[in-house]
């Protein structure tokens, strides 16, 4: 990968990380200004599992950011775009789909595959 290359990936990722970023934000306020409102039992139930499913949310933007930030040190170390599992390259039309991506294509399929029977 060329450094043109790089920046272009750099680039992708750190818009991905700040539209995360923008996005966790405005959850932590939604959820602070929603907080007293309901006396309603039945109300506050819904409210509630809509809490649980925002953290579960935020978890994940979370993880993701940690990612991004893992791939955008690689990209520094001149490591990025190499499939962890094999070696070879993860190939361009996969990392602009995926930018996070860490494994090529066939590893990938293979790993899921694997998930599959393990969750059976
Ligand atoms: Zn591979």
Known sequence: MNSGQRAHFRRILETLKQELSEDID??????????????DPNDRAT???????????RDRERKLIKKIDETIGRIDKDDYGYCENCGVEIGLKR?????TATL??????LDELREKQVAK
């Open 26 to 39: 405005r959850t932590v306020h939604a959820m602070q200004d929603e907080a007293t409102l309901f006396a």
């Open 104 to 109: 090529c294509i066939d590893c990938k399929t």
């Open 95 to 99: 990392l602009e789909v995926r930018p």
């Open 47 to 57: 409210q509630e599992s809509d809490i649980a499913l925002e953290l579960r949310n």
